[in-house]
């Protein structure tokens, strides 16, 4: 590997577009918060400020900003926040990443 190039910290997780899926999960919360208003509670207003706000863009650690950090870190959180409104669609999306890149 040359001394410039950049290299993946997760190469476990090789051809899986994790960022991409956690991505997808943080999605799914915002959707989330915006049906749900009651969702949104201190506990998330806290973890937000840990998400940048162009998530979508950034793959790497950037001020204690790594999206797939902050959401394998906080899985059962997540989790709970999905089963707890039955939004099936964060389920599936906070399974993928739990399995493929947790």
Same mark, same amino acid.
């Given at each position: 590997?040359?001394?410039n190039?950049?290299?993946d910290?997760?190469v476990s997780? $090789?051809?899986?577009?994790?960022?991409?899926?956690?991505? &997808? =999960?943080l999605d799914?919360?915002?959707?989330l918060? @915006?049906k749900e208003?009651e969702s949104?509670n201190?506990?998330?207003?806290?973890?937000?400020?840990?998400?940048?706000e162009?998530?979508?863009n950034?793959?790497?650690?950037?001020n $204690?900003?790594?999206i797939?950090y902050?959401?394998?870190? &906080? =899985?059962f959180?997540i989790?709970?926040?999905?089963e @707890?409104?039955?939004?099936?669609?964060?389920?599936?999306?906070?399974?993928?990443?739990?399995?493929?890149?947790?």
């Amino acid at each position: 590997m040359e001394v410039n190039e950049k290299r993946d910290r997760y190469v476990s997780f $090789n051809n899986i577009d994790c960022y991409k899926d956690a991505a &997808n =999960v943080l999605d799914a919360m915002y959707e989330l918060f @915006e049906k749900e208003a009651e969702s949104k509670n201190s506990f998330w207003e806290r973890f937000d400020e840990y998400i940048p706000e162009d998530y979508h863009n950034i793959y790497e650690k950037e001020n $204690n900003k790594d999206i797939l950090y902050h959401i394998c870190s &906080n =899985v059962f959180y997540i989790s709970d926040l999905f089963e @707890e409104y039955d939004f099936e669609k964060g389920i599936k999306l906070l399974d993928t990443v739990e399995y493929d890149c947790c």
